[in-house]
């Protein structure tokens, strides 16, 4: 889907989203409504997803088009990008919204809400870059092109507050959706797995085209290797479309144990979280997305060398996945570049499905997360919203 040619009537003084990934629409489509509802049915319209469509959102440009990782890659796609912004940032502007909100996705985001802020636009930026953990710089940048940050970790209010950068903190959407008990039984029910006492491992490689490609071959060759010591398992995948599906397929079936166990399903990734007994995880959102579910898990993580060498460079701590992060320890293993190698995994995913012990421990300590995290964010990204569209 292509930006529409013209703006029509409708479209103009409401409220511009702009998502930059597959977690921005799903961020989105939770506040969206409430939003709208609050400015009296103005449309929500500018560059979306699927679950954002859902909602009532009208979609300029397809989520899809921003969904680029990594420096060297996005290299290729800059005349695209460069372009794409430029057009956008006109369109926007000329539909003269009410307010912007740019939905994560911060190298893309902040370039364009600085451009629409010195046009006279309030700019609301939801989830805060991890200027915490690397690229600290960023706040300069921030500081630029935000009025006001929504925070979806706590602990970055103290951040903001010294940068002298208004910021509220929304809780965490993900934390108010995941049940704090996960229904394990009836989501291995609704995918049809027998109660055979076989554990269940869901292995997440990513959303991407290029992380299935990097992350793919490692995690299904530890699957398969497992398999081989342990024996058999029920396998649950879980792809974000049909193409995704097909090549995770095209993949996977070259690992005959692992072909034999699995099932890769289209748009459910919640539902094979909650009936693992482990999770064999991407680095990212999904990781937690696990750890809200209360489930063990081994993050692993692989990208082109030069990408990893400068974002390795750029880092402030030395772990990546966010339950690490936001418990302050190393509660999750980490297999990162040149360490994500599938003898290691495969040995690591191994413990997380059988020690008993350990895994009473991570649900104590993602119990305790979890409860860090809830929030009203609906209602409590609609006062900021909403309040910045009529200042």
Same mark, same amino acid.
């Given at each position: 889907?292509?930006?529409?040619?013209?703006?029509?009537?409708?479209?103009?003084?409401?409220?511009?989203?702009?998502?930059?990934?597959?977690?921005?629409?799903?961020?989105?489509?939770?506040?969206?409504?409430?939003?709208?509802?609050?400015?009296?049915?103005?449309?929500?319209?500018?560059?979306?997803?699927?679950?954002?469509?859902?909602?009532?959102?009208?979609?300029?440009?397809?989520?899809?088009?921003?969904?680029?990782?990594?420096?060297?890659?996005?290299?290729?796609?800059?005349?695209?990008?460069?372009?794409?912004?430029?057009?956008?940032?006109?369109?926007?502007?000329?539909?003269?919204?009410?307010?912007?909100?740019?939905?994560?996705?911060?190298?893309?985001?902040?370039?364009?809400?600085?451009?629409?802020?010195?046009?006279?636009?309030?700019?609301?930026?939801?989830?805060?870059?991890?200027?915490?953990?690397?690229?600290?710089?960023?706040?300069?940048?921030?500081?630029?092109?935000?009025?006001?940050?929504?925070?979806?970790?706590?602990?970055?209010?103290?951040?903001?507050?010294?940068?002298?950068?208004?910021?509220?903190?929304?809780?965490?959407?993900?934390?108010?959706?995941?049940?704090?008990?996960?229904?394990?039984?009836?989501?291995?029910?609704?995918?049809?797995?027998?109660?055979?006492?076989?554990?269940?491992?869901?292995?997440?490689?990513?959303?991407?085209?290029?992380?299935?490609?990097?992350?793919?071959?490692?995690?299904?060759?530890?699957?398969?290797?497992?398999?081989?010591?342990?024996?058999?398992?029920?396998?649950?995948?879980?792809?974000?479309?049909?193409?995704?599906?097909?090549?995770?397929?095209?993949?996977?079936?070259?690992?005959?144990?692992?072909?034999?166990?699995?099932?890769?399903?289209?748009? $459910? /990734?919640? &539902?094979?979280?909650? #009936?693992?007994? @482990?999770?064999? =995880?991407?680095? +990212?959102? %999904?990781?937690?997305?696990?750890?809200?579910?209360?489930?063990?898990?081994?993050?692993?993580?692989?990208?082109?060398?030069?990408?990893?060498?400068?974002?390795?460079?750029?880092?402030?701590?030395?772990?990546?996945?966010?339950?690490?992060?936001?418990?302050?320890?190393?509660?999750?293993?980490?297999?990162?570049?040149?360490?994500?190698?599938?003898?290691?995994?495969?040995?690591?995913?191994?413990?997380?499905?059988?020690?008993?012990?350990?895994?009473?421990?991570?649900?104590?300590?993602?119990?305790?997360?979890? $409860? /860090?995290? &809830?929030?009203?964010? #609906?209602?409590? @990204?609609?006062? =900021?919203?909403? +309040?910045? %569209?009529?200042?």
């Amino acid at each position: 889907m292509g930006i529409q040619s013209c703006i029509p009537t409708l479209e103009r003084n409401g409220a511009i989203w702009l998502a930059g990934e597959a977690s921005g629409d799903f961020i989105a489509s939770l506040v969206i409504p409430e939003v709208a509802k609050r400015m009296d049915g103005a449309p929500q319209y500018g560059v979306g997803g699927d679950k954002m469509r859902a909602v009532g959102f009208r979609a300029w440009y397809d989520v899809r088009e921003l969904s680029v990782r990594g420096y060297i890659e996005v290299l290729t796609h800059l005349p695209r990008l460069l372009s794409f912004r430029k057009d956008l940032i006109t369109r926007f502007g000329d539909s003269m919204p009410q307010v912007f909100v740019g939905v994560d996705a911060p190298d893309f985001n902040l370039s364009v809400e600085e451009k629409l802020r010195r046009r006279g636009i309030p700019t609301v930026h939801f989830v805060s870059p991890s200027i915490w953990a690397w690229r600290p710089e960023r706040i300069q940048n921030i500081r630029r092109a935000v009025d006001h940050m929504l925070l979806v970790f706590p602990f970055e209010e103290e951040i903001y507050r010294k940068a002298g950068i208004p910021a509220t903190f929304v809780g965490h959407p993900l934390a108010g959706i995941i049940p704090m008990e996960p229904d394990t039984m009836g989501a291995r029910q609704h995918f049809g797995l027998p109660d055979d006492g076989l554990p269940v491992i869901t292995v997440m490689p990513g959303s991407r085209v290029d992380e299935v490609k990097g992350c793919g071959p490692v995690f299904f060759e530890a699957v398969e290797r497992l398999l081989q010591r342990q024996g058999d398992a029920h396998v649950l995948i879980p792809a974000i479309d049909e193409q995704a599906r097909s090549n995770i397929l095209c993949v996977a079936s070259l690992y005959p144990r692992l072909a034999q166990a699995m099932q890769v399903v289209v748009g $459910e /990734s919640h &539902r094979t979280m909650e #009936a693992a007994d @482990a999770v064999l =995880v991407a680095s +990212g959102t %999904a990781a937690l997305e696990c750890a809200l579910f209360k489930k063990p898990m081994v993050v692993g993580y692989k990208m082109p060398a030069i990408t990893g060498m400068i974002m390795q460079k750029k880092a402030l701590i030395h772990c990546v996945s966010l339950p690490n992060i936001l418990l302050g320890e190393n509660v999750v293993p980490e297999f990162l570049q040149y360490f994500c190698e599938p003898d290691a995994i495969s040995h690591a995913l191994e413990d997380a499905i059988n020690n008993e012990v350990r895994r009473k421990m991570l649900v104590e300590r993602f119990s305790a997360m979890h $409860e /860090s995290l &809830r929030a009203d964010t #609906a209602n409590l @990204a609609a006062d =900021v919203i909403v +309040g910045m %569209a009529r200042h």
